[in-house]
């Protein structure tokens, strides 16, 4: 059974003084299974935090309904929801909503307190997270004593502190540098695998989407314009703005210093999914074709565990004048049909960069390769 789970959601922020009207959410239909972590992504504005704060009950829709472990919350007391929130929900703001007043050890223990804990319960249960989050030696300071990233860890160890079965995390490593980002992400993994913890989390960074997720949702414009498992979601998007944000994430511009060197050849990016290994596919096609393949440029990403891989590679013949342009039609044919992603560059500055017009006719072998192996594979 779905944890949360939302149908048409519908939110329409009115100013104060009923002017223009945002619509920040249109009809967004969207579920999480018990136990998944599942990214959410989006620009600023896209509608990210609205969904969030619906999720967790701090917030009404303007329509649509939202099912929290069953429960319609439209149709409950609010005295109700807040215990269900109490029990269930860790919520880590975007904004870190710490009180300035209370040092951050008692930030943290606020819900605890709330919940009716004792203090050796509550002491005994922050310990090892403060530990984990880095934050034990900073605990009795206040808020306004500490950076952004240590008001971010603590306002996770206060999402975590009373246990929850659903952690709803926005942008909760958005204030933090990458080693840091890497520990936070690696110990929320921990407690989606080892407790069961279901795991909502937002971010605007693809480098954070495509990591451990189970799933991954695209916001765009109060719309989820595409979802799925987060490996085919980024390996083959169908939205136009997830494929352009995917394009810009992956593709590999040839260093500019090589554009002007680069000989006469055909340049193409290939890109490949899963543990296929390249390199003997580019020796067997180009032994097979006779032509010589040089490899300018590679990068591997991983979305979840699976890497995708792209390759910008340069076919050049080496047999003279038309029966060498066959060879090099022959190679990309088989080329195109091996790879998922196969995209020629004709862009008009590698076209400009060579001296004969695209697709011109290969220089011989020679040239090709004295060119490639003094000025390119650098
Ligand atoms: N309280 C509010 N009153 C009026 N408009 C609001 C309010 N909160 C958000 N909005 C508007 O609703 C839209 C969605 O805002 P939201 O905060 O959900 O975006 P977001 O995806 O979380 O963005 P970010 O990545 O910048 O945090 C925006 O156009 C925003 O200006
Ligand atoms: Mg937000």
Redesign the pocket.
């Known amino acids: 059974m779905s944890i949360l789970e939302v149908n048409g959601l519908k939110k329409v922020?009115s100013?104060r003084f009923g002017g223009n009207k945002?619509e920040?959410l249109k009809k967004v239909s969207f579920s999480v299974e018990e136990g998944e972590y599942v990214a959410i992504m989006?620009?600023?504005?896209?509608?990210?935090?609205?969904?969030l704060n619906i999720l967790a009950a701090l917030d009404k829709p303007t329509g649509g309904m939202v099912k929290l472990d069953g429960w319609d919350f439209s149709r409950i007391k609010e005295s109700a929801v807040a215990a269900f929130r109490r029990d269930n929900l860790g919520f880590v703001f975007?904004d870190f909503n710490l009180l300035d007043t209370f040092s951050l050890e008692d930030n943290i223990y606020l819900p605890l307190v709330l919940a009716g804990k004792h203090y050796a319960e509550m002491s005994q249960r922050l310990a090892p997270i403060a530990v984990q989050l880095g934050i034990t030696e900073i605990l009795k300071k206040y808020p306004y004593e500490v950076s952004g990233g240590q008001k971010q860890r603590v306002s996770i160890a206060r999402a975590l502190a009373n246990n929850p079965r659903i952690l709803l995390c926005?942008?909760a490593t958005s204030a933090l540098d990458l080693e840091t980002t890497e520990g936070i992400l690696a110990l929320l993994k921990r407690i989606n695998t080892e407790l069961g913890v279901t795991i909502v989390f937002?971010t605007?960074q693809l480098e954070v989407a495509q990591r451990i997720f189970d799933r991954v949702a695209v916001?765009e414009n109060?719309v989820i314009i595409e979802q799925g498992k987060t490996f085919d979601g980024f390996a083959e998007p169908h939205h136009e703005t997830t494929q352009a944000l995917v394009e810009r994430f992956l593709g590999v511009a040839v260093p500019e210093r090589l554009v002007p060197e680069l000989p006469v050849g055909r340049l193409v990016e290939l890109r490949y999914k899963g543990d296929h290994a390249f390199d003997p596919l580019i020796s067997a096609v180009s032994s097979r074709h006779g032509v010589a393949i040089n490899v300018l440029h590679g990068n591997v990403e991983y979305f979840g565990t699976q890497p995708i891989g792209t390759l910008v590679v340069l076919v050049a013949a080496i047999r003279e004048g038309q029966r060498g342009a066959r060879d090099v039609e022959d190679a990309l044919d088989e080329l195109r049909g091996t790879v998922f992603g196969f995209k020629e560059l004709t862009d008009a500055a590698v076209e400009e960069a060579l001296d004969a017009p695209y697709g011109g006719g290969p220089r011989t072998a020679a040239q090709t390769k004295k060119t490639v192996q003094q000025e390119v594979l650098v």
Request: proline letters at 0%; hydrophobic letters at 25%; charged letters at 20%.
């Open positions: 922020y100013t945002v920040a989006g620009e600023s504005g896209s509608g990210k935090t609205t969904l975007q926005d942008e937002i605007h916001m109060g």
